[in-house]
């Protein structure tokens, strides 16, 4: 007997992926994210799925990881928001030979989009990491500014600029490398709330915009002015 295809839930955005059996089949472009997929897998990186080829349907055929997946942004405790850093320091440590990168004098390949959305979760904590539709070469404090906008929910009135920066120290001590500490991690967030706040509102997603600029507005205002603790 055939099995049966289910449609994920959880994430933001996941249009036509489903899983079956034990496979998750889903769009994905042919390049970039099967060429590293597979490298992650020989570099022995546990933290993402593996890819298993094409169906004939022509979607990525990858293994599925058990756990569940947030559908909005929210409320981590601290050991979510450094086991979440620590996830990302793992991805980008095994990424950093990958070819892609040497070619393009790149320190690292930025998942571009590792928010709680696409993280896989196994008793609270990130386990792993999912949707490789943004992959590119860049390096680690871009990646992390997107990253600790999204997992800190950075512009978010529940928290105070002082408590952000607090959970932000908490982030930053997580991804462990003294060359991106809490301050150049929070430049690179203001950064990537505008570029997303600039590309959504070019793209005519007005609701992301708004969220975004917003969020930029209030970062400098409680944040970005203030001094580390």
Same mark, same amino acid.
């Given at each position: 007997m055939d099995e049966e295809e289910i449609s994920l839930s959880g994430g933001r955005f996941t249009p036509g992926v489903v899983r079956l059996g034990y496979t998750v089949r889903r769009p994905l472009r042919e390049g970039l994210a099967e060429s590293l997929l597979t490298y992650l897998e020989i570099a022995g990186f546990?933290?993402?799925?593996?890819?298993?080829?094409r169906d004939d349907k022509c979607r990525a055929v990858l293994t599925y990881i058990e756990g569940s997946v947030p559908s909005e942004l929210g409320h981590f405790e601290d050991?979510? !928001?450094?086991?979440?850093a620590? !996830? !990302?320091?793992?991805?980008?440590?095994?990424?950093?030979?990958? *070819?892609?990168?040497?070619?393009?004098?790149?320190e690292v390949v930025c998942?571009?989009?590792?928010? *709680? $959305?696409?993280?896989?979760?196994?008793?609270?904590?990130?386990?792993?990491?999912?949707?490789?539709? $943004?992959?590119?070469?860049? $390096?680690?404090?871009?990646?992390?500014?997107? +990253?600790?906008? $999204?997992?800190?929910?950075?512009?978010?009135?529940?928290? +105070?600029?002082?408590e952000q920066l607090r959970r932000l120290a908490v982030f930053a001590d997580g991804y462990g490398l003294a060359a991106c500490p809490a301050e150049a991690i929070? +430049?690179?967030?203001?950064?990537?709330?505008?570029? !997303?706040?600039?590309?959504?509102?070019?793209?005519?997603? +007005?609701?992301i915009a708004e969220w975004a600029a917003v969020a930029a507005e209030w970062t400098a205002r409680h944040m970005a002015s203030k001094s580390m603790p």
């Open positions: 546990s933290g993402a799925p593996r890819f298993r080829g050991a979510a !928001l450094a086991a979440a620590g !996830l !990302l320091r793992r991805f980008h440590d095994a990424t950093a030979g990958f *070819p892609a990168v040497g070619e393009a004098a790149a998942h571009n989009d590792f928010s *709680p $959305t696409n993280a896989v979760f196994r008793d609270g904590l990130p386990y792993a990491v999912i949707d490789f539709d $943004t992959l590119a070469p860049g $390096t680690r404090l871009w990646d992390l500014g997107y +990253s600790a906008f $999204t997992w800190l929910d950075i512009g978010n009135d529940d928290y +105070s600029g002082a929070l +430049s690179h967030a203001v950064v990537r709330q505008n570029a !997303l706040a600039a590309k959504a509102r070019a793209a005519g997603q +007005s609701d």
